[in-house]
């Protein structure tokens, strides 16, 4: 079991940054790639970025070149560098991990989410 506590949400103007964080817990030494997820109200979860245990990144291209993903092993911790907000990045985030299990099997843990939104 993993478990994923986010924080670093909040309130930002348009332009603006904020770091989101989210520490695992748990069997926290089996996960492999992990990513940030955001939902917006009346809208589907998606991808906002990932990065492979071997460091690889991919972004969503609205926000590419004003989010940055990072990961600190050590730490057990994840991070979500986010720059030059945007009203439309308002949404609650959500980091994953995923964890592999048996064959091409993985199982995917989920934070609890945290608000962000960007007044304009």
């Known amino acids: 079991q993993v478990q994923l506590v986010e924080s670093g949400g909040g309130l930002v103007q348009a332009g603006g940054s904020l770091r989101l964080s989210c520490e695992a817990s748990g069997s926290s030494l089996s996960i492999n790639a992990v990513g940030w997820y955001r939902q917006a109200p009346g809208k589907q979860r998606e991808l906002v970025a990932s990065?492979?245990?071997?460091?690889?990144?991919n972004y969503a291209d609205s926000v590419k070149g004003r989010f940055t993903i990072s990961r600190d092993n050590r730490k057990n911790t994840m991070y979500l560098q986010m720059t030059s907000l945007r009203p439309e990045d308002t949404a609650v985030y959500y980091c994953?991990?995923?964890?592999?299990?048996?064959?091409?099997?993985?199982?995917?843990?989920w934070g609890q989410g945290t608000q962000v939104t960007v007044s304009s």
């Open positions: 994953s991990a995923d964890v592999p299990l048996r064959g091409n099997i993985v199982r995917r843990y």
């Open positions: 990065i492979t245990g071997g460091g690889s990144t």
